[in-house]
């Protein structure tokens, strides 16, 4: 190797880890803000509204800034190598299945995989349909069918890997999710009391229609602690089916979207390359600290468990702030109003069904809250 080659590959490591830190900075600055801000403003008309405001707001919207304030120094591009989004949503991913205890599930595992099935079933085939038919691209319809139908960024990253979407288009639907979920928080528990809903219901409706789980947590607590309980467990369980789409659009992108007709039919080792390893990590991960919890009981498991969860959320902090780092605008110009419109009308779709699950489901169902 030249001296000017080995020169330019220091320099390139130098710059990569150089945007690390600009990462870990800008992710300390959101941990800061997401733990004090609904301190700092408590009694303010703002204060009313900090506390809603998840990181993954305050994450993407930094690096958002960052991208624009690197863009103008000229130095983004040099950085780019130590925006490692994919790296940090992983590991962040497989550290969420830790916080997913299937025993959870079991007291109300019945109603709750039927709702999540037919729903995600649903809801996925509407909005898979709706962007066909308005032609996006396949894999920016996967990623929005997916975030709307189960469990908003984490099923589109899911989802991403499947079909190797590009980061575009990955930033784009996890932007939608948020736009969305915010005011869901406000506005289902709401509707609620104008339909005089019980509980368990409301919960379940809550549970299966917002896209982020502690969105869900924000509106089911509102309501209150048996619709947080029923909330929570309907979204674990759709949580939970995550892999399975993940599967499922694998193999639909290798064997059929991808293949041309003098292609080679893909064989189970490409299926496998393909497919996103993480999920397995997430699965071992909620069946590790189930047996964990089940062993030691709860109350030794919770520290333990609880600084799983605090690594989680650093390392989403990061991969959100990276997507915010990387986003461009340009390749998603052309696409319009059309994937807004389609999630949108998702998302309508979503709130009919649901309810409609949800009372057919849960009418009278009792808790023990």
Sequence with gaps: MSTTEQTGRRSGVGWAVGGVAVVVGLGAIVRYLEQNIPDLTEGTAFGEVAGAIEYPVYAIVLGLLGNVVLTQLGVREKLAGGFRTEFFIKTGLVLLGASINFAVIVSAAGPAIVQAVVLISVVFGFTWWLGGRLDLDDKLRALLASAVSICGVSAAIAAAGAVQAKKEQLAYTASMVIIFALPSIFLLPAAVGWLGLENPVAGAWIGGNIDTTAAVSAAGAIVGEEALQIATIVKTTQNALLGVVAVALTAYFAFSVERTADSARPKARELWERFPKFVL????????????????????????????????????????????????????KDAGWRPVGVFASATAVNLLVGLGLAVLLFSGFSSGA
């Design 281 to 332: 990590g997430f699965l071992a991960a909620s069946i590790i600290a189930t047996i964990y919890i089940g062993a030691v009981g709860s109350d030794v498991a919770r520290p333990y468990i609880s600084t799983v969860n605090d690594l989680r959320t650093i390392f989403l902090i990061l991969a959100f702030v990276s997507i915010g780092l990387e986003f461009r605008v340009a390749p998603l």
